[in-house]
């Protein structure tokens, strides 16, 4: 996995529909801790993680990455082969089985652990062989945790990770993110619930 040191935010604003979501957005998050985002809906949290993973343009400031390697990213694009993403569109592809699902995420990613072991580790390797289409909605954001392990992306990025999880899923999806910051990885959240964590809380208030 490569290393991000620093992820710098610097005066973001943001602009959907012709309104004003937040502006003069700062923030700094170093390798090995976790953010934070919260807010009202409507703050802006899921725009500010589709910002820095570069699948949305901002109004007016500069996201810079800086990397241990000591080069800095700055391009959207390359900043976005950097994050690992949960949203609200895991990407679940239903025709296919768990195991087969989670192995086109290997494929995709040249994952370099295997993934019975992940599937293990998310507590879904009794039902590898399952359609994913039958899946509950807790079991699918479980499969999208195998995902971010198999994309060994150093920076995640995650939209309401607890949703749809039980309390054993809300605190392996706990371990997980604390894991991947012991590991030198940087987690940003967005989130209304508590993570269990010990992580840097940002607020986003309404524009």
């Known amino acids: ?28 998050v170093a390798s ?17 993680l589709r910002i820095l993973s570069g699948l949305l343009p901002p109004l007016e400031g500069d996201i810079r990455v800086q990397m241990a390697a000591g080069y800095v990213v700055s391009d959207p ?8 993403w949960i949203g609200h569109h895991d990407g679940v592809k239903g025709q296919l089985s768990v195991s087969e699902n989670a192995q086109f995420f290997a494929t995709l990613h040249g994952a370099r652990v295997s993934v019975s072991s992940v599937l293990d580790r998310v507590g ?5 062989d399952l359609p994913a289409q039958y899946l509950s909605a807790g079991q699918r954001r479980r499969l ?10 150093p920076l995640w990025l995650l939209d309401e990770p607890l949703s749809s999880l039980d309390a054993a899923g809300r605190r392996l999806t706990a371990e997980l993110i604390g894991q991947h910051c012991d590991d030198g990885g940087i987690a940003i959240v967005a989130t209304h619930e508590n993570l269990g964590l010990d992580a840097t809380r940002f607020t986003l208030g309404q524009a």
């Open 1 to 28: 996995m490569a290393v991000v040191s620093l992820v710098e935010v610097q005066e973001l604003g943001c602009e959907r529909g012709g309104r004003r979501i937040f502006r003069n957005l700062s923030f700094a």
């Open 32 to 48: 090995g801790q976790t953010l934070s985002l919260e807010g009202p809906n409507g703050a802006g949290k899921t725009s500010v």
């Open 77 to 84: 694009e390359e900043r976005g082969r950097l994050a690992g």
């Open 124 to 128: 879904l390797s009794r039902i590898a």
């Open 144 to 153: 999208g945790l195998a995902r971010l392990i198999l994309s060994d992306r």
